[in-house]
C-alpha cells in the first residue's frame, strides 16, 4: 500500500508518523512542537478531542533535535495537531522563527513539515527554504476544490487563494512538490461542485493526494448537516478521483527522470548477490538503487541520477553517482 493511501476518514488526526504521512525509521524522527487546534472546521473531531493549543518552547524543541542528531537521525519531521498554529500560545514564537532557529542551531541534515494549513503561511514563508536543509516538499490540505463545500468545512482558505500560494512556492522553491489531502462526498456535494474539484485538481496539479471518503463523526458540525451523500456516489467518486491522482502522480515522477538528486536511504532488500536499497528525495519521490552487497546505504545520504520509472511500485530507479 502507498505510504500515502488512506480509504476513509481517520476516527481523530494523529501524528503524521501513525497516519501514513512519512515513515517512521532509524533514519527518521518525529519532533512534537504543538497539541491542540483553534478552528472549528466541521468535519474534524480534533477540537473536541484535543483542546486548545499548546506549543512547546522553541529551546526544548531545538535541543530535541541536537540530542537526535548525535544519535544519527538524519531527518526531523516537525509535527503536531496544527503544526502553523505554533506559537499561538507563546511571546514572540512562530512557526517561521521555529524554523530558522532550527536552521541556524542545529546540524540536522534534513527537516520536514507534516501537514500545514495554507492559510498559516505568512508571505514570507518560502524564503526559508533557500537553506537546502529544508526539504522542498509541503503536504498543503485543500479538502475541496469547489469554494461552496470549502465553506460549508469552515475552511479559512478560497480554491483562488490556495493557488496564489502554490504559484508562490513553486516560483520561489525549485522542484517544489505540494501533497494535499480531498474529502470526497461532503454532505450537500452536488455533482456540479464534485466537477469543480475534479477541474481544480486537474489544473492545479499534485505530486500525491490523500482520498478521504468522508463519513459522519458524531460530535461533528458536519454530522448534522443535511443532504448526505449517498454511499454508492461517494464510492464512485472516490474511484474517479484516485484514477486523476495516480495520472497526476505519474506526470509528476516523468517530471523527475534525468536529475541528479540526493536520497536518503531507508530500507535494504536483498535478491541473490543483488542489494537494492529504497529511499528518498528532497521533494519526497520514493527511489530504488541496485547495488551488490559489499556496499551499505542504510541511513546514508548520496547522490543519484533518477532514470527509469517503474509506474506499477510508482517508485524511481536510480544510479548511485
Known amino acids: 500500500m502507498d505510504a500515502f493511501a488512506l480509504p476513509v476518514m481517520p476516527k481523530i488526526v494523529t501524528e503524521p508518523g501513525e497516519s501514513g504521512l512519512f515513515i517512521r525509521g532509524r533514519h527518521r524522527a518525529f519532533i512534537k512542537i504543538q497539541d491542540g487546534c483553534r478552528y472549528r472546521c466541521t468535519f474534524c473531531i480534533v477540537t473536541v478531542a484535543r483542546g486548545a493549543e499548546r506549543s512547546r518552547q522553541e529551546a526544548d524543541i531545538i535541543d530535541e533535535i541536537n540530542k537526535l542528531s548525535q544519535q544519527g537521525i538524519q531527518e526531523i519531521v516537525l509535527t503536531g495537531v496544527h503544526v502553523g498554529g505554533y506559537g499561538s500560545d507563546l511571546d514572540n ?3 517561521y522563527s521555529l524554523v530558522q532557529r532550527v536552521l541556524a542551531e542545529t546540524d540536522i541534515p534534513r527537516v520536514r513539515f507534516a501537514s500545514v494549513e495554507p492559510w498559516d503561511l505568512p508571505d514570507n514563508f518560502f524564503t526559508l527554504f533557500s537553506d537546502s ?17 470549502l465553506r460549508r468545512m469552515a475552511r479559512r482558505c478560497k480554491t483562488a ?7 508562490q512556492a513553486r516560483r520561489d522553491v525549485p522542484d517544489f512538490n505540494v501533497t494535499t489531502d480531498i474529502i470526497v462526498g461532503f454532505p450537500g456535494e452536488t455533482e456540479a461542485e464534485w466537477a469543480e474539484t475534479l477541474a481544480y485538481v486537474e489544473q492545479t496539479g499534485f505530486g500525491h493526494i490523500h482520498i478521504f471518503t468522508y463519513s459522519a463523526r458524531e460530535g461533528t458540525k458536519a454530522a ?34 534525468g536529475r541528479s538528486v540526493d536520497v536518503l536511504w531507508e530500507r535494504r532488500r536483498e535478491e541473490g548477490n543483488q542489494v537494492f536499497y529504497s529511499g528518498y528525495t528532497p521533494n519526497y519521490c520514493k ?10 546505504l542504510e541511513n546514508r545520504i548520496t547522490p543519484v541520477r533518477l532514470r527509469v520509472l517503474d509506474e506499477e511500485s510508482a517508485a524511481l530507479q536510480g544510479e548511485l553517482l
Open 133 to 149: 536543509r529544508l526539504m522542498p516538499h509541503m503536504h498543503l490540505p485543500i479538502q475541496s476544490g469547489a469554494d461552496s463545500v
Open 93 to 95: 514564537s512562530t512557526l
Open 287 to 296: 527511489v530504488v538503487a541496485k547495488t551488490d552487497t559489499s556496499i551499505d
Open 161 to 167: 487563494e490556495f493557488t496564489a500560494l502554490l504559484e
Open 224 to 257: 448534522r448537516l443535511e443532504n448526505q451523500v449517498p454511499e454508492p456516489v461517494r464510492k464512485q467518486r472516490s474511484q474517479s478521483l484516485h484514477e486523476l491522482a495516480e495520472k497526476l502522480k505519474q506526470d509528476w515522477l516523468q517530471r523527475q527522470l
